[in-house]
């Protein structure tokens, strides 16, 4: 096998150094304060955004839906068509899939890094984000993808150890804690009356369940994420710190 090939995927599977231990606390304080503020929110929320698409587009196609295409918006909201039966089991799940899929990539990432593998989310990222690509059918999404890709890729190439982990960390944070408050914000939202569509509401017509009872599940399972992930970089936070 070249030498090449062997040192990517040494470089891919390999664990990287220990970063710093303050690192996953000060991390996750930015990645709070940008969820918890009104402009820095307004354009990360655009990563929540393709995230939640991401995932209803991926648990359509596993449950045998043909994709017709994904829409991102400059005001970050979305939109992702598919063919099959407009009921059952497949059509439940898919409509479930885009307010959890967030908080599920975010744990997926918690779990990476506990283990160091810095370098090898930030390339099943860019991976992601390609494979969503083919897909979009409108210019924003495309340059938002591009550019979300674009900038992941960049700094897993050509960035040092210690501001791959800090992009990566706080990535993850941000996925994590971001979740919450799209779930916030589609009750509030629906107690206006003003998306009378939401994924809640066309679950409501599928299982006969109210609205409320799907937005609470989206709550509860997405606080559990959290403090799922949130434990597992804890304890690698707690793992880095300097023995006394």
């Known amino acids: 096998m070249p030498t090449a090939v062997i040192d990517l ?30 402009l820095p929110w307004r354009i990360a929320r655009n ?16 449950g045998g839906r043909k994709l017709r295409g994904i829409r991102l918006h400059s005001d970050t909201s979305g939109l992702t068509l598919s063919a099959g039966r407009p ?9 479930l899939a885009g307010y959890l899929a967030p908080a599920l990539l975010g744990l997926g990432g918690a779990w990476l890094l506990a283990g160091n593998r810095i370098t090898l989310l930030l390339w099943i990222t860019v991976a992601l984000l390609l494979a969503m690509l083919v897909n979009i059918r409108n210019l924003f999404g495309v340059l938002s993808l591009l ?11 050509y ?3 210690d501001v791959q982990a800090a992009f990566a960390y706080t990535g993850v944070w941000f996925l994590l804690l971001g ?10 939202m629906r107690s206006r009356g003003r998306l009378p569509g939401s994924d809640a509401d066309q679950l409501a017509r599928l299982t006969r369940l109210p609205g409320l009872f799907w937005v609470g599940f989206f709550a509860v399972v997405n606080l559990l994420v959290l403090l799922t992930g949130a434990g597992l970089l804890a304890g690698a936070y707690l793992d880095k710190l300097p023995l006394p």
């Open 147 to 157: 550019v979300t890709g674009g900038v992941v890729l960049a700094v897993s190439w």
């Open 47 to 62: 990563a929540v955004t393709i995230a939640h698409e991401g995932g209803h587009a991926l648990v359509a196609l596993l």
């Open 9 to 38: 995927w040494n470089e891919l599977f390999g664990a990287q150094p220990d970063p710093p231990p303050l690192l996953v606390l000060i991390t996750g304080l930015v990645a709070l304060l940008v969820v918890s503020t009104g």
């Open 87 to 95: 009921t059952g089991p497949g059509m439940i799940l898919t409509l």
């Open 179 to 188: 979740s919450v408050r799209p779930v916030i914000e589609l009750q509030r």
């Open 159 to 161: 960035a040092d150890a």
